[in-house]
């Protein structure tokens, strides 16, 4: 059964750092580009980034650029996403996701088929 569990989701003051975690397991992560959505109170989930398959192509929301980055290790089946200079508005629910497609193709969360349960993150002081 294809899993995705997110971890890493924290506390953190304005300016400081966070790397989420999204372990893959029961499929060949391999394969699959897979994208980072996040979710604040009141709004819609919205696309923070995606990796392709093999890593060589990303891409970010306008919002995060310059500020997250995303990489994989295919062997440890785990995607990252690096998260610097955080500021309140980044807080969110953080989803990964996986898609039956090798490279990012869609930014919007219903092309997606399988996601995590999601992990908190929270910028305040």
């Known amino acids: 059964q294809l899993q995705l569990v997110e971890s890493g989701g924290a506390l953190v003051q304005p300016g400081g750092s966070l790397r989420l975690s999204c372990a893959a397991s029961?499929?060949?992560?391999?394969?699959?580009?897979i994208a980072w959505f996040r979710q604040a109170p009141g709004l819609e989930r919205e696309g923070v980034s995606c990796i392709s398959s093999s890593g060589g192509s990303t891409n970010y929301a306008d919002s995060v650029k310059g500020r997250f980055t995303i990489s994989r290790d295919n062997a440890k089946m785990t995607v990252y996403l690096q998260m610097n200079s955080l500021k309140p508005e980044d807080t969110a629910v953080y989803y990964c996701a996986a898609g039956l497609f090798s490279a990012c193709v869609s930014t919007q969360s219903s092309a997606y088929r399988y996601w995590g349960q999601g992990t908190q993150v929270t910028v305040s002081s």
């Open positions: 029961g499929f060949t992560l391999d394969y699959y580009a």
